[in-house]
């Protein structure tokens, strides 16, 4: 039966209402799965370079749907920003993410920090740091072992009112970092006057700094910046050896890939925070 319906999509207009209707059946499925608790976090590991120890994770959000199995959340975001359903998401992750690293703490690892994703609607309201408050004071969680990953697209729309927000979460004491960096039209004027820590070079840079001249001058780059700035830097999707030479050598602060780690269940993570980079 799935066979002829593959070759019913001849015509563009059926492809069409077909992605329409995922996207309506997605949509529906998310509201309930709000309500059966079905997603669930995995962790991935943000080793620092120096040290070569798990410093702390990035909490990265996953759905278990009872027929699909483990869905992306490039399947669903897009759809739960839309819908403004990534309101009560966001907030079940902030609060999941600072309960579980609190409890992980609880095991020998009482520094350990964890990073969650914002998105656009959740960085617009204006109870956003009420909400990151709540999560913080009901889970224990230091504000210092949080960090918030935004992306820059995010606060160009509107940089004055970005800064007046950034502003309310420093003043919470929590870290701030700007994801993706490099694949925005962010403004380097502006960069300094974002009240942020930490650069996040984009999977996409570090996925070709060993092959490729110019991404390799766009993430030396990048540090330089962040250093100039007094702003640290991490490199994600870092998959091999030579992409953490080249970072280690360019003095990168910290890294996240499948090289030491892909994203895993909390309950896996005790295992892996022990480990190290090799020196
Ligand atoms: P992101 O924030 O840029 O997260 C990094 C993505 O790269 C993750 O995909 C991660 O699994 C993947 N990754 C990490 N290391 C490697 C590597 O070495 N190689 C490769 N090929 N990939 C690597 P994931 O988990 O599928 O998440 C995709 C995106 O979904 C995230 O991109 C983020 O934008 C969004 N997202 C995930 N969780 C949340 C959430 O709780 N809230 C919001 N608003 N967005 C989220
Ligand atoms: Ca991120
Ligand atoms: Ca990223
Ligand atoms: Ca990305």
Same mark, same amino acid.
């Given at each position: 039966?799935?066979?002829?319906?593959?070759?019913?999509?001849?015509?563009?207009?059926?492809?069409?209402?077909?992605?329409?209707?995922?996207?309506?059946?997605?949509?529906?499925?998310?509201?309930?799965?709000?309500?059966?608790?079905?997603?669930?976090?995995?962790?991935?590991?943000?080793?620092?370079?120096?040290?070569?120890?798990?410093?702390?994770?990035?909490?990265?959000?996953?759905?278990?749907?009872?027929?699909?199995?483990?869905?992306?959340?490039?399947?669903?975001?897009?759809?739960?920003?839309?819908? @403004?359903?990534?309101? %009560?998401?966001? /907030?079940?992750? +902030?609060?999941?993410? #600072?309960? *579980?690293?609190?409890?992980?703490?609880? =095991?020998?690892?009482?520094?350990?920090?964890?990073?969650?994703?914002?998105?656009?609607?959740?960085?617009?309201?204006?109870?956003?740091?009420? @909400?990151?408050?709540? %999560?913080?004071? /009901?889970?224990? +969680?230091?504000?210092? #072992?949080? *960090?918030?990953?935004?992306?820059?697209? =995010?606060?160009?729309?509107?940089?004055?009112?970005?800064?007046?927000?950034?502003?309310?979460?420093?003043?919470?004491?929590?870290?701030?970092?700007?994801?993706?960096?490099?694949?925005?039209?962010?403004? +380097?004027?502006?960069?300094?006057?974002?009240?942020?820590?930490?650069?996040?070079?984009?999977?996409?840079?570090?996925?070709?700094?060993?092959?490729?001249?110019?991404?390799?001058?766009?993430?030396?780059?990048?540090?330089?910046?962040?250093?100039?700035?007094?702003?640290?830097?991490?490199?994600?999707?870092?998959?091999?050896?030579?992409?953490?030479?080249?970072?280690?050598?360019?003095?990168?602060?910290?890294?996240?890939?499948?090289?030491?780690?892909?994203?895993?269940?909390?309950?896996?993570?005790?295992?892996?925070?022990?480990?190290?980079?090799?020196?």
């Amino acid at each position: 039966a799935k066979e002829r319906g593959r070759n019913n999509y001849q015509f563009y207009t059926d492809a069409i209402n077909q992605r329409a209707l995922e996207r309506m059946q997605i949509g529906s499925a998310l509201r309930a799965a709000i309500e059966r608790e079905e997603f669930v976090l995995h962790y991935q590991p943000q080793l620092d370079l120096d040290s070569g120890r798990v410093i702390g994770t990035e909490a990265l959000i996953r759905w278990r749907h009872p027929e699909m199995g483990l869905v992306y959340p490039d399947r669903f975001i897009g759809i739960a920003e839309e819908t @403004g359903l990534i309101v %009560a998401i966001g /907030d079940w992750v +902030l609060r999941t993410a #600072c309960q *579980e690293t609190k409890r992980l703490q609880g =095991l020998g690892h009482p520094d350990l920090r964890v990073a969650v994703n914002l998105s656009a609607r959740q960085f617009a309201r204006s109870d956003l740091a009420h @909400g990151i408050e709540a %999560a913080l004071q /009901d889970s224990g +969680l230091e504000p210092c #072992c949080l *960090e918030i990953e935004i992306t820059e697209s =995010l606060m160009m729309h509107d940089v004055d009112g970005a800064i007046g927000s950034l502003r309310a979460l420093k003043d919470l004491g929590v870290r701030l970092s700007i994801d993706d960096f490099g694949t925005g039209y962010s403004s +380097l004027a502006y960069l300094k006057r974002f009240p942020i820590d930490n650069l996040k070079i984009d999977r996409s840079f570090v996925s070709d700094i060993v092959s490729g001249h110019e991404e390799a001058a766009i993430v030396s780059s990048i540090i330089s910046l962040a250093h100039n700035l007094r702003l640290q830097v991490t490199a994600e999707g870092v998959e091999t050896e030579e992409q953490l030479a080249y970072l280690r050598n360019r003095r990168c602060n910290k890294m996240q890939g499948y090289l030491f780690s892909k994203p895993v269940p909390a309950e896996m993570l005790p295992a892996l925070l022990g480990a190290c980079l090799p020196a």
